[in-house]
Structure formats: C-alpha cells, structure tokens
C-alpha cells in the first residue's frame, strides 16, 4: 500500500490520507517542524506537509527499501 494514513485514535477514523509516492511505505519519522518522513520500498524517501498532505521534497540515493529514519538531536537524517 502506498498511501500514509493519519488515524484518530479515540474514533479510530481516518483524518487525513497521504498519497503521492509509488509504492509501499516502509519507515516514517517526524521531524521537530513537524514535517512527515516517509521511506518506500523503492528507495526513496519524501517529506510531507501534514497539514496539506502535499511531497514538501524527496531524497534519492538508495538503491533498495528503506526500511529505518532517525531524525538526530542535530536536525541529521539518518536512512537505511
């Protein structure tokens, strides 16, 4: 599935779907400008606009899933 989905927990309905990226989510992260981190299947990794559900930017360089992020202390992002 490759659509991000923002749940309510207390009335467990879908407030908001993500949709953009091709292919499966496999790692999410928020960052401290509370931006969503996704990374897929393909090796990419995007940033989202909550808010909007808009790709802010992605990342490429992987050449397989990405199945972890890490947000340092230090604004670092950190992907495999």
């Known amino acids: 599935d490759s659509t991000i989905r923002i ?10 779907n ?5 292919c499966a989510m496999m790692s999410l ?10 990374g897929n299947s393909k090796g990419e990794i ?11 930017k992605n990342l490429t360089g992987h ?3 990405v199945f972890s992020l890490l947000i340092t202390k230090d ?3 950190i992907s495999g």
């Open 7 to 16: 749940w309510n927990i207390t009335t467990g309905s879908v407030i908001k």
């Open 18 to 22: 993500l949709t953009g990226s091709c």
């Open 29 to 38: 992260a928020i960052d401290r400008n509370n931006q969503l981190i996704s």
């Open 46 to 56: 995007f940033f989202w606009n909550i808010e909007t559900g808009q790709i802010i």
């Open 63 to 65: 050449i397989n899933r």
């Open 75 to 77: 604004d670092i992002l």
